[in-house]
């Protein structure tokens, strides 16, 4: 009787621990991104850095080629259009150092083989602007994105990747309203899209 008990305290916490899945403990440190020191057309150049990594892991390689891809399929394009454009007075370039600050990424294979147990995956992406002429800071600002572990596991990763993709929106987004109006923007994932071209 003793054994039966035993075992089934053993499968409930199992279920259990499968169901909760390992926490994340990578979360944003606001809400809210503040308003650049001004607007991003005042610059006649606009420069988009490789995605840094904080943090370099093994494990962040695919992740971090994913998010590069759709930083570029956001941005690159529009950067292009801008940099074309006549601007009055000095040449001014604003350099974006976008950075992964943390992650946590739960692969598809991984996510296959122990679903849930392997928990959320989450990041947090920050962006410096700079002038590169002065060195003088435009605007910080960070974004973060996740995936719940169950989501994952049902998805067999799937979750996973579409965070990638959020998070690359989300500087997307941030660059594309701040050029015409400094107006700052949400640190959490925003549901309006990218376009590759205004």
Avoid at 120 to 134: D, N, Q, Y
Wanted: include cysteine; charge should be positive.
């Amino acid at each position: 009787m003793k054994i039966i008990r035993c075992l089934l305290a053993c499968v409930y916490l199992g279920i259990h621990f499968l169901m909760t899945g390992c926490v994340t403990h990578i979360k944003p440190t606001a809400l809210t991104n503040a308003p650049p020191a001004e607007r991003f057309a005042n610059f006649s150049t606009i420069e988009l850095l490789p995605l840094a990594d904080a943090a370099p892991h093994p494990s962040h390689r695919g992740a971090m080629e994913k998010i590069q891809q759709n930083v570029d399929i956001r941005l690159n394009r529009q950067i292009q259009t801008w940099n074309q454009r006549k601007v009055d007075g000095p040449v001014r370039t604003l350099v974006i150092h976008p950075e992964i600050g943390e992650m946590k990424f739960v692969g598809g294979g991984k996510r296959f083989l122990t679903g849930a147990l392997s928990g959320s995956s989450a990041v947090v992406l920050r962006a410096k602007f700079i002038e590169k002429e002065t060195n003088k800071e435009i605007a910080t600002a960070e974004f973060y994105s996740k995936a719940a572990a169950e989501g994952g596991a049902w998805t067999f990763g799937a979750t996973d990747n579409i965070m990638l993709v959020r998070i690359a929106n989300s500087l997307a987004v941030y660059v594309l309203k701040n050029f015409d109006a400094a107006v700052g923007g949400p640190v959490m994932p925003t549901a309006e899209p990218a376009p590759e071209q205004r």
